[in-house]
C-alpha cells in the first residue's frame, strides 16, 4: 500500500502532461481531468482508511531512507487534508466547464488552464504528504507557480495588478522560508521532519527560538494570519469564479496545516502559544470588522475567509487534544463552506450580472434554488446550530475554556462575537441580493462595474462611462437572460459541496473520532516518527 502514498502528486502531474499534449481538443482536456481527479479522490479515501487502521503510510522516494532521503508521509491528518482537496478540486473543475468561455472570454489561452490547475492539485498533495521540510518548501511553490497562471486568466488589468501583488507577497514567504530551511539544515544537518523533532530538543533555546519564529512568519504569510493578511482580500475577487473558490478552499489552508504539523512535531510545549493566541484573536476579529463593511459579496467572503482562519490558529494554540481536533474539524469544515460560498458567488454573478450588493436585488424570485444554496453554507458559516461550523467553534470554544487562561477565554469571547458579525453578514448580503430589491443609486466611486474601463480619466462624468444597467428582477441584462436556466455543472459541483457539509454534520460523531485520533497522533509524534525510520533508524 506504500505505493499509493505518492499517488496524489504523481497522477496530477502526469495527467497535466498528457492535458498539455491535448491542448487542442478540449474534450479530451476535459476528460483527462475529470478522470485523474477522480482517481486522486478514490486513492486517498484508500490511503485515509489505511491510515487510520495501520498507522502511517510511508513512502521514501527512489528507495532512500530517511533521513537521507524524501518521505512522503500519509498519516490521518495529511490523508485525510488530501481527500478533501481533492473532492473540492474535483467539484470546481467540474464547476469550471460550466463556466467556460462565457466566464474566461473567447481570447484566453483555455487549453492551459486543464494542465494548470492539475498542476495546482500536485502541489497541494505534494505539501500535505512531504514528511521533508524542504520538499513541503517544493509543494509550496508547485502550487504557487500554477496559482500564478489561474489568478492572471484572461489577462485584464485588474487580475493583472492583484496577480502582481500576489507574487511578491509569495516570493517573500518563499523567501522567509527558504531561509528558515536553510538555518535549519545548519544547525541541525537535517531537513526531515522526523529526523528533526528529535535535533530540535538538542539545539539551544535561541536558536530553536529563531527557527520557529522565521517558520511561523512564513507559513503566516500564506495562510492569512493577520497582520500579514492584507495581500489576500485585494487578489482573490478579481479572478474567475472557479479558481476564486479552489484558492479560497484550499491554498491558506496549505499555510494552515504546514503551522499544525511544524507546531506540534518540530515545537511541542511551543513558548509562542501566547503569540499565536493572539495572533488568532486578532486574525478573527480584524477579518469580520472588514466584512462588515464590504457591499460586494465577494470580497464579503475574502474578508470572512480571513477571519475565520482564527479559529484554526486558536486550536493550534490551545495546543491540547481537544484544540487540535477542533482546528482539524473546523478545517475540513471551512475548505468545504469556503469552496462552496465562493461557487454560489459565481453563479450570482452569472444570474444577477454583478456581485455587488447594489447592483443585486430580487434574486429569490428569480431563482429560489440559488436563494437556498448561498443562504444554507452562509448560516453554516456563521455557525448557526446544527451545521458543522457550529460543531466546529463549539469544539475550539470547548478547548479555550478548559485551557483556563485569561486569554482563551478571551479567544472564546472573540470567537462568540466574530461568529455573531459573520451572521450579520450573510444575512445583509442574503437580503440584499435575494430578497429586497436593488439600490439603483451606484455609488459614483464605484468604478468596477465600468465597462472596458480600469480607472476613471480626470473630469470625466459618470454618464460617459457607459455604466452596465442594474440588474432586477424585471430587466435583467442579456448576459442573465442567457443564463437564467441554471447548468447543471454550475449547480451540480455548488449541490454536491452542500451536501457534503452537511453530511459533515450528521456524521460530526465518526467525522470527530477520525479528528480527536489524529490530534492524538499530533501530540505524541512518536507514531509519525516510528513510521518514517521503521526499518532505517535514525
Known amino acids: 500500500m506504500?505505493?499509493?502514498?505518492?499517488?496524489?502528486?504523481?497522477?496530477?502531474?502526469?495527467?497535466?502532461?498528457?492535458?498539455?499534449?491535448?491542448?487542442?481538443?478540449?474534450?479530451?482536456?476535459?476528460?483527462?481531468?475529470?478522470?485523474?481527479?477522480?482517481?486522486?479522490?478514490?486513492?486517498?479515501?484508500?490511503?485515509?482508511?489505511?491510515?487510520?487502521?495501520?498507522?502511517?503510510?510511508?513512502?521514501?522516494?527512489?528507495?532512500?531512507?530517511?533521513?537521507?532521503?524524501?518521505?512522503?508521509?500519509?498519516?490521518?491528518?495529511?490523508?485525510?487534508?488530501?481527500?478533501?482537496?481533492?473532492?473540492?478540486?474535483?467539484?470546481?473543475?467540474?464547476?469550471?466547464?460550466?463556466?467556460?468561455?462565457?466566464?474566461?472570454?473567447?481570447?484566453?489561452?483555455?487549453?492551459?488552464?486543464?494542465?494548470?490547475?492539475?498542476?495546482?492539485?500536485?502541489?497541494?498533495?505534494?505539501?500535505?504528504?512531504?514528511?521533508?521540510?524542504?520538499?513541503?518548501?517544493?509543494?509550496?511553490?508547485?502550487l504557487l507557480a500554477a496559482s500564478y497562471v489561474l489568478l492572471t486568466l484572461g489577462g485584464t488589468g485588474a487580475r493583472i495588478r492583484a496577480g502582481t501583488t500576489y507574487v511578491i507577497v509569495s516570493l517573500a514567504s518563499s523567501i522567509i522560508f527558504l531561509s528558515a530551511i536553510a538555518l535549519t539544515y545548519a544547525a541541525t544537518g537535517t531537513v526531515n521532519l522526523a529526523h528533526l523533532a528529535s535535533r530540535f530538543d538538542e539545539l539551544p533555546g535561541g536558536i530553536r527560538l529563531t527557527i520557529q519564529l522565521t517558520l511561523l512568519t512564513a507559513f503566516a504569510i500564506k495562510a492569512a494570519v493577520f497582520p500579514l493578511s492584507a495581500w489576500l482580500p485585494?487578489?482573490?475577487?478579481?479572478?474567475?469564479?472557479?479558481?476564486?473558490?479552489?484558492?479560497?478552499?484550499?491554498?491558506?489552508?496549505?499555510?494552515?496545516?504546514?503551522?499544525?504539523?511544524?507546531?506540534?512535531?518540530?515545537?511541542?510545549?511551543?513558548?509562542?502559544?501566547?503569540?499565536?493566541?493572539w495572533a488568532a484573536l486578532l486574525t478573527m476579529l480584524v477579518g469580520i470588522l472588514g466584512a462588515v463593511a464590504q457591499s460586494d459579496i465577494k470580497r464579503m467572503l475574502s474578508f470572512t475567509l480571513v477571519s475565520h482562519i482564527g479559529y484554526m490558529v486558536f486550536g493550534v494554540a490551545v495546543a491540547s487534544d481537544a484544540g487540535l481536533s477542533g482546528a482539524i474539524y473546523y478545517v475540513v469544515h471551512h475548505i468545504v463552506i469556503q469552496t462552496n460560498l465562493f461557487l454560489v458567488a459565481g453563479m450570482i454573478e452569472r444570474r444577477g450580472g454583478s456581485t455587488s450588493l447594489d447592483r443585486l436585488g430580487g434574486?429569490?424570485?428569480?431563482?429560489?434554488i440559488l436563494a437556498v444554496m448561498f443562504f444554507v453554507p452562509a448560516m453554516n458559516l456563521a455557525g448557526i446550530p446544527p451545521f458543522s461550523g457550529f460543531l466546529g467553534k463549539i469544539a475550539l470554544m470547548q478547548a479555550g475554556v478548559d485551557n483556563g487562561t485569561a486569554l482563551a477565554y478571551g479567544l472564546v469571547i472573540g470567537s462568540v462575537v466574530t461568529s455573531l458579525l459573520t451572521l450579520y453578514a450573510m444575512a445583509k448580503a442574503w437580503n440584499r441580493a435575494f430578497w429586497q430589491g436593488p439600490d439603483t443609486q451606484v455609488p459614483i466611486d464605484d468604478i468596477h462595474q465600468v465597462?472596458?474601463?480600469?480607472?476613471?480619466?480626470?473630469?470625466?462624468?459618470?454618464?460617459?462611462?457607459?455604466?452596465?444597467?442594474?440588474?432586477?428582477?424585471?430587466?435583467?441584462?442579456?448576459?442573465?437572460?442567457?443564463?437564467?436556466?441554471?447548468?447543471?455543472?454550475?449547480?451540480?459541483?455548488?449541490?454536491?459541496?452542500?451536501?457534503?457539509?452537511?453530511?459533515?454534520?450528521?456524521?460530526?460523531?465518526?467525522?470527530?473520532?477520525?479528528?480527536?485520533?489524529?490530534?492524538?497522533?499530533?501530540?505524541e509524534r512518536s507514531p509519525y516518527i516510528e513510521a518514517v525510520f521503521e526499518g532505517s533508524g535514525p
Open 451 to 523: 465597462d472596458g474601463l480600469d480607472e476613471v480619466p480626470d473630469g470625466t462624468r459618470v454618464t460617459d462611462l457607459h455604466r452596465k444597467p442594474v440588474q432586477t428582477a424585471e430587466r435583467p441584462s442579456a448576459r442573465a437572460r442567457r443564463s437564467i436556466p441554471l447548468r447543471w455543472m454550475l449547480a451540480g459541483p455548488a449541490g454536491a459541496l452542500l451536501g457534503v457539509s452537511l453530511a459533515m454534520t450528521i456524521f460530526a460523531g465518526p467525522l470527530f473520532g477520525l479528528t480527536d485520533r489524529a490530534a492524538v497522533d499530533l501530540r
Open 2 to 142: 506504500e505505493a499509493l502514498v505518492p499517488l496524489p502528486v504523481v497522477l496530477p502531474l502526469f495527467g497535466a502532461g498528457l492535458a498539455l499534449a491535448l491542448g487542442r481538443s478540449a474534450r479530451a482536456q476535459r476528460g483527462v481531468s475529470i478522470v485523474v481527479l477522480s482517481l486522486v479522490v478514490a486513492v486517498a479515501a484508500v490511503l485515509l482508511v489505511r491510515a487510520d487502521n495501520d498507522g502511517p503510510q510511508v513512502m521514501h522516494v527512489g528507495g532512500w531512507n530517511a533521513p537521507i532521503g524524501i518521505s512522503l508521509v500519509a498519516d490521518r491528518l495529511s490523508a485525510l487534508m488530501v481527500l478533501v482537496s481533492a473532492i473540492v478540486a474535483l467539484g470546481v473543475l467540474v464547476y469550471s466547464l460550466g463556466q467556460g468561455v462565457v466566464e474566461y472570454g473567447r481570447d484566453t489561452p483555455l487549453s492551459v488552464f486543464h494542465p494548470t490547475f492539475l498542476v495546482l492539485v500536485a502541489g497541494v498533495s505534494n505539501a500535505f504528504l512531504s514528511g521533508d521540510l524542504f520538499n513541503l518548501y517544493v509543494g509550496f511553490e508547485i
Open 234 to 277: 485585494d487578489s482573490y475577487p478579481t479572478a474567475p469564479a472557479p479558481v476564486t473558490a479552489v484558492f479560497a478552499g484550499l491554498l491558506t489552508k496549505v499555510g494552515v496545516y504546514a503551522i499544525m504539523r511544524t507546531q506540534t512535531l518540530l515545537f511541542p510545549g511551543s513558548e509562542l502559544s501566547d503569540l499565536l493566541m
Open 363 to 368: 434574486l429569490a424570485r428569480l431563482s429560489p
